[in-house]
């Protein structure tokens, strides 16, 4: 499809997706919102995707929020609908989407960009990243899943010490929250997301999207993420990949699975 508000460029069968509204810090709006569903949609049917790669264009943001003119005569009725459609339509979307998803936090991520990273699968940041929630100082609070999303990430101290505040902590002190997994170079962190999904790719599709899905079971309310995962391990005996990851171990190979 054609985007008026993102990029996209497949290498390798790595998917990166590229937030791109520059003059705006790569804000995002309704638009942007939906198209990254379209192309989340899109990525999921094409088995030459297998990971996603989601980041900013340019050398200063990541996503520098959400574009608050957008609503900023909104009703509480309007509100509400705002946030139940954005999340379901791609914060919700990526956390549960079937392949890996990596942030590359190339700067500002505040609130609505710290909550898309934090929907990811992990993330990695560059040097000169930025993040927050300054949500309050705004008189609302996230409405993407950031008040749950990060006390998951940091732990509820702090994440209730960051929302309160309104304030950012650099790249630095997000790795040592376990907000992020590594702090690189700008100019190294695309290569070096890819060196990840290059790793992540030498093991079972199958088997990564069944990870997935049993740890993020242990984080939704009346779900037991013990039963998913054990539900999901049975399930793994009855596919392809498990038969050649297993055949592969016990012939002293490399494992060629077939993805299926």
């Given at each position: 499809m054609?985007?008026?508000?993102?990029?996209?460029?497949?290498?390798?069968?790595?998917l990166?997706?590229?937030?791109?509204?520059?003059?705006?810090?790569?804000?995002?709006?309704?638009?942007?919102?939906?198209?990254?569903?379209?192309?989340?949609?899109?990525?999921?049917?094409?088995?030459?995707?297998?990971?996603?790669?989601?980041?900013g264009s340019?050398?200063?943001?990541?996503?520098?929020?959400?574009?608050i003119?957008e609503?900023?005569?909104?009703?509480p009725?309007e509100?509400k609908?705002?946030?139940?459609?954005g999340?379901?339509?791609?914060?919700?979307?990526?956390?549960?989407f079937?392949?890996?998803?990596?942030a590359?936090?190339?700067?500002f991520?505040?609130g609505?960009?710290?909550?898309?990273a934090?929907?990811?699968?992990?993330?990695?940041?560059?040097?000169?990243a930025?993040m927050?929630?300054p949500?309050?100082?705004?008189?609302?609070?996230?409405?993407?899943?950031?008040t749950?999303?990060?006390?998951?990430?940091?732990?509820k101290?702090?994440?209730?010490e960051?929302?309160?505040?309104?304030?950012?902590?650099?790249?630095?002190?997000?790795?040592?929250?376990?907000?992020?997994?590594h702090?690189?170079?700008?100019?190294?962190l695309?290569?070096?997301?890819?060196?990840?999904?290059?790793?992540?790719?030498k093991?079972?599709?199958?088997?990564?999207?069944?990870?997935?899905?049993?740890?993020?079971?242990?984080?939704?309310?009346?779900?037991n993420?013990?039963?998913?995962?054990?539900n999901?391990?049975g399930r793994?005996?009855?596919?392809?990949?498990?038969?050649?990851?297993?055949?592969?171990?016990?012939?002293?190979?490399?494992?060629?699975?077939?993805?299926k």
């Open positions: 054609s985007y008026q508000n993102i990029l996209e460029e497949i290498d390798d069968n790595i990166t997706i590229t937030i791109n509204r520059p003059k705006k810090l790569n804000a995002l709006n309704r638009e942007t919102i939906q198209e990254l569903h379209e192309a989340f949609k899109e990525a999921k049917a094409d088995d030459e995707v297998k990971v996603v790669i989601i980041t340019g050398e200063k943001a990541f996503v520098a929020g959400a574009d003119s609503f900023s005569d909104f009703s009725k509100g609908k705002l946030a139940a459609e999340q379901e339509k791609l914060f919700n979307y990526v956390a549960n079937p392949k890996p998803v990596i590359a936090v190339n700067g991520a505040l609505g960009g710290l909550e898309l934090m929907a990811a699968h992990f993330r990695i940041a560059s040097d000169n930025k927050g929630l949500e309050v100082s705004l008189g609302v609070i996230p409405g993407y899943g950031g749950q999303r990060l006390p998951q990430l940091v732990g101290g702090r994440a209730m960051m929302i309160m505040t309104a304030g950012m902590i650099d790249a630095n002190q997000a790795l040592q929250y376990n907000l992020v997994n702090v690189v170079a700008l100019d190294e695309q290569e070096f997301a890819e060196g990840i999904a290059g790793k992540i790719m093991n079972s599709s199958v088997a990564i999207g069944a990870a997935i899905k049993a740890i993020n079971a242990n984080y939704e309310d009346g779900i993420g013990f039963e998913t995962e054990i999901e391990f793994s005996f009855g596919t392809e990949d498990f038969k050649e990851g297993t055949s592969a171990f016990l012939n002293k190979r490399k494992a060629d699975f077939p993805g």
